[in-house]
């Protein structure tokens, strides 16, 4: 015989989850997940280029897709000053392909 204190209470039973479609998330909670997912990109960016030098630390959050604004206040250098390093740091980059292609 099950007396009142043995019997399971609402919160310890589980609802059975309702079967069908599952819903897509709205449009907000869509452009939040993309907002939270670039600012993480940004902070994985930051911890990835600590103790490198300024060049290595231009070029990786360069490719994690930071702007020349952010950069500098990493790096401590003006946004001007870290556009121009990457201008320069481009046209080496092509410079050595060609070179590399007239040597074959």
Known sequence: MTTRADAP???AVSMPKPRG??????SPEVA????????????????????????KQID???AAGCDSKFIGVVVGMTAASV???QS???G???EAVVETSDDS
């Open 32 to 55: 939040a997940l993309q907002d939270i997912g670039a600012k993480l990109d940004r902070v994985i960016a930051v911890l990835a280029a600590q103790d490198k030098d300024k060049d």
């Open 9 to 11: 209470t609402s919160a």
């Open 21 to 26: 479609k599952k819903t897509a998330p709205t």
């Open 88 to 90: 320069r740091r481009r």
């Open 83 to 85: 556009r121009k390093f």
């Open 60 to 62: 990786i959050l360069s």
């Open 92 to 94: 080496k980059s092509t």
